[in-house]
């Protein structure tokens, strides 16, 4: 069951990426998560759930979530709509009662900017 992959409701990043994993742009972590690498994608639809990104592009993109169970580390993330479902939603939806504007976030709910302007969500 380890080698399994995970299921991905959309489809499309399995579309963008064929069969995973593929060395050295799709490998598994110790938290049993798929790594993508140094990838760039442009208009589509991309479920997050289940994936670490590292140092990868959004563009123009629809991200889905409905676990939160992703991280990203230094990316970029550029004209894109995030489509919180389930957990996610409502985790959104919660914080939501309490905090003004996300720039009020307490530490360790709004991501860390780098200094290049990517972003990392641990």
Known sequence: MPD????????????????LPTPPTAQRNAFEQYVIRDRVYRDSEISLDGYRFVNCAFIN???????????????????C???PRGN?????????????TWAELPPGLSP??????????P
């Open 112 to 121: 860390k900017i780098e200094p290049d302007g990517s972003i990392t969500i």
């Open 61 to 79: 993109c629809t991200l889905r979530t409905s676990k939160g169970s992703f991280h990203m580390d230094r990316c970029f993330i550029h004209l």
């Open 81 to 83: 709509t995030v489509l």
């Open 4 to 19: 399994e992959k995970p299921n991905l409701a959309f489809g499309s990043l399995a579309d963008l990426l064929g069969d």
């Open 88 to 100: 996610a939603a409502r985790i959104i939806a919660l914080t939501a009662v309490f905090v003004g």
